[in-house]
């Protein structure tokens, strides 16, 4: 079995705040992110393409360093 890949900067994304009401762009980049739901957590790599990411829905969304 291969070894999991261990990202040494990696952000913990936790949605908190629900999905309806917000635009199509704004959903889609949850979702692509992986959060579908409130409460759901996803570690990202922290490099400029998320940053972005979580830039677009920072208002949903809260964010850790792990």
Excluded at 13 to 32: C, H, P, R, W, Y
Excluded at 56 to 63: A, D, P, Q, S, Y
Aim: no cysteine.
């Amino acid at each position: 079995m291969p070894r999991k890949k261990v990202e040494t900067n990696a952000l913990s994304v936790k949605l908190v705040k629900s999905l309806i009401g917000s635009n199509k762009s704004q959903i889609a980049t949850a979702e692509s992110l992986g959060l579908r739901k409130i409460g759901d957590v996803r570690s990202q790599p922290d490099n400029a393409a998320t940053q972005g990411k979580l830039f677009k829905i920072r208002h949903l969304i809260e964010v850790t360093n792990s």
